[in-house]
């Protein structure tokens, strides 16, 4: 079975501070990994899109790293904020799935000030 | 992109009643899905809402229970039938809009925030 494992479940920082979230996947072969930034009430918000060719990918404070060897996946952000307080969710895109997604559980990022 | 809405944005609903929950997207769009997402819980796909013919349900979720109904490449409602406290969920509208280079990028709409007493 297709599985999507995040880690921390949880993470508690404090603002300026740096952190990097992990994701594990045994999807294969897969068209591309996602990671989404989902605000408490909120639908999830794209913060980046990387094929299995690609090895990072950034976006602001935001910069996903992958690993199709090992098959995983990390999402930093930098110089953290208030509002980056929120569940973030790796997705990977099975090759062939057609627009079908395999979710992980998400990690929920609280920022402190 | 896509922008995308939902209505309602959040209700509490008596056991046993039914709610319609209308996503409506700002451009025509080929794909679009139904998630549910428990307390708690990452999203599930409950089904994708086909234009013009009858949704196509994952395991685990029923017309009967889930009926979707997609007039036009806009617009889609996703009732949920005979509620259960078990029913209590974030229901999200998704979309993949096309032309994005390949990635089918997913957009997703705020969520209808049910609660079932």
């Known amino acids: 079975k297709n599985q999507v494992e995040q880690s921390p479940q949880s993470l508690i920082i404090l603002e300026g501070k740096n952190c990097t979230l992990q994701?594990?996947?045994?999807?294969?072969?897969?068209?591309?990994l996602r990671w989404y930034k989902q605000d408490t009430g909120r639908g999830p918000v794209s913060l980046t899109i990387?094929?299995?060719?690609?090895n990072t990918k950034s976006n602001g404070r935001y910069t996903a790293t992958l690993d199709a060897d090992t098959k995983q996946s990390s999402l930093h952000i930098t110089a953290s904020q208030l509002s980056d307080s929120a569940s973030y969710i790796c997705?990977?895109?099975?090759?062939?799935?057609?627009?079908?997604?395999?979710f992980g559980g998400g990690t929920r990022l609280m920022v402190k000030p | 992109s896509a922008v995308i809405s939902q209505k309602p944005s959040r209700d509490i609903c008596q056991r046993g009643t039914s709610l319609t929950i209308q996503c409506q997207v700002d451009?025509?769009?080929?794909?679009m899905f139904w998630y549910r997402q428990q307390p708690g819980q990452s999203l599930t796909l409950i089904a994708t809402?086909?234009?013009?013919?009858?949704?196509?349900?994952e395991s685990g979720f029923v017309i009967d229970k889930f009926p979707i109904s997609r007039p036009n490449l806009t617009f889609s409602t996703l009732t949920v039938s005979n509620m259960s406290p078990e029913d209590s969920s974030i229901y999200l509208c998704?979309?993949?809009?096309?032309?994005?280079?390949?990635?089918?990028?997913?957009?997703f709409g705020p969520g209808t925030r049910l609660t079932v007493l």
């Open positions: 998704s979309v993949v809009p096309g032309g994005q280079g390949g990635y089918n990028e997913q957009f």
């Open positions: 994701c594990n996947y045994t999807v294969s072969p897969f068209s591309n």
């Open positions: 990387m094929t299995f060719s690609e």
């Open positions: 997705v990977v895109s099975p090759y062939n799935a057609g627009n079908m997604l395999t």
């Open positions: 451009s025509q769009v080929t794909m």
């Open positions: 809402a086909n234009q013009g013919s009858e949704a196509t349900y």
